[in-house]
């Protein structure tokens, strides 16, 4: 009976576990352009020092996966955009939203102010909101499998 009760413990322990990860926004997301429809990348976004960090971890267009960042300036000019950093120094507010200053897109060399958060309805597609001044644009992201 002990044993039977330990291992009816770690089932609840795994199975609590599982869906604390899928209620968080860290992991793997597949970006999705919102425009075509069509997944354009994957993201990693982890927890550092309790702030947001992301970086693009592989190119899903084909053809693209070894794109560099030519319109870039500085020290980001024709670097490779697998592994460059896209989201830095995210904080989470009570609401559970992460807000930011610095979400890059790598195709446009342009830096935005961010919003981030679970969609309330479907915890695994992340809305990912991007601000230039007043104007701004929401992307869907899905979560990655695996």
């Known amino acids: 009976m002990k044993k039977l009760s330990q291992n009816i413990a770690l089932v609840v322990l795994f199975l609590s576990v599982s ?8 992991g793997t997301w597949k970006t999705i352009d919102d425009r075509t429809g069509k997944p354009k990348g994957l993201i990693e976004i982890y927890e ?42 995210g904080e989470k507010n009570d609401d559970g939203e992460w807000k930011g200053k610095y979400l890059f897109d790598p195709e446009q ?6 919003k981030i958060w679970l969609n309330p309805e479907n915890s695994d597609e992340l809305k990912v909101r991007g601000y230039l001044a007043f104007i701004y644009r929401t992307q869907t992201w899905v979560r990655a499998e695996g």
């Open 19 to 26: 869906f604390m990860n899928a209620q968080s926004v860290f």
């Open 48 to 89: 550092k020092d309790g702030m947001m960090f992301g970086k693009i971890l592989k190119v899903l267009e084909e053809g693209r996966e070894d794109v560099l960042c030519i319109k870039c300036d500085g020290d980001m000019k024709d670097k490779p955009v697998v592994g460059m950093h896209i989201i830095k120094k």
């Open 109 to 114: 060399a342009m830096t935005f102010r961010f």
